[in-house]
T-cell receptor, first 109, second 116 residues
Framework: QKEVEQDPGPLSVPEGAIVSLNCTYSNSAFQYFMWYRQYSRKGPELLMYTYSSGNKEDGRFTAQVDKSSKYISLFIRDSQPSDSATYLCAMSLFQKLVFGTGTRLLVSP | GAVVSQHPSWVICKSGTSVKIECRSLDFQATTMFWYRQFPKQSLMLMATSNEGSKATYEQGVEKDKFLINHASLTLSTLTVTSAHPEDSSFYIC????????????FGPGTRLTVL
């Protein structure tokens, strides 16, 4: 069993839709939870960073962490074609990051 | 802020040659830098962690003699792929952690290595 599970997609939605991306994890020792966005042939870009259960909002993005269920989510409101990318969840234990496989999101105009 | 650069962005080399990739933190001091490789449609796999002024810590299965890492300053780390072979062709990405900040890692744009 992988430490971090993430559906690879692709997830196709129309412009303006609310997108929900999710990851589950098995190691309860993970301390920090992150979401990265990666465009093709580019490095990952940090979107959200949280360390406690609950919600954190930044613009159109909301990150949700449920440590009791070992489940994290990223919601994107009013999705745009420019949001089309691969979204990677990542979790850290001490200073190492463990990544999910990434979910490819396609937002059609 | 928190910009990380990599050079070169892509490189093609012949089998048996060595290739050096540079990773720089442009606007912060990175006490710790990380090197990852990513195969097509797969996630990032950590290769090694390097701390400024000390030897890198390699992940299990990563050959330290093949992937030489040097973190000579707080803003520069280099990865040298020695005696490269076609199976080393991959996307290599570095990240850096701000020594003054939290636990976030900021990633470079990546280097695509193709070994012929």
């Amino acid at each position: 069993q992988k430490e971090v599970e993430q559906d690879p997609g692709p997830l196709s939605v129309p412009e303006g839709a609310i997108v929900s991306l999710n990851c589950t994890y098995s190691n309860s020792a993970f301390q920090y939870f992150m979401w990265y966005r990666q465009y093709s042939r580019k490095g990952p870009e940090l979107l959200m960073y949280t360390y406690s259960s609950g919600n954190k909002e930044d613009g159109r993005f909301t990150a949700q962490v449920d440590k009791s269920s070992k489940y994290i989510s990223l919601f994107i409101r009013d999705s745009q074609p420019s949001d089309s990318a691969t979204y990677l969840c990542a979790m850290s234990l001490f200073q190492k990051l463990v990544f999910g496989t990434g979910t490819r999101l396609l937002v059609s105009p | 802020g928190a910009v990380v650069s990599q050079h070169p962005s892509w490189v093609i080399c012949k089998s048996g040659t060595s290739v050096k990739i540079e990773c720089r933190s442009l606007d912060f001091q990175a006490t710790t830098m990380f090197w990852y490789r990513q195969f097509p449609k797969q996630s990032l796999m950590l290769m090694a962690t390097s701390n400024e002024g000390s030897k890198a810590t390699y992940e299990q299965g990563v050959e330290k003699d093949k992937f030489l890492i040097n973190h000579a300053s707080l803003t520069l780390s280099t990865l040298t792929v020695t005696s490269a072979h076609p199976e080393d062709s991959s996307f290599y990405i570095c990240s850096a952690r701000d020594g003054q900040g939290g636990n976030e890692q900021f990633f470079g744009p990546g280097t695509r290595l193709t070994v012929l």
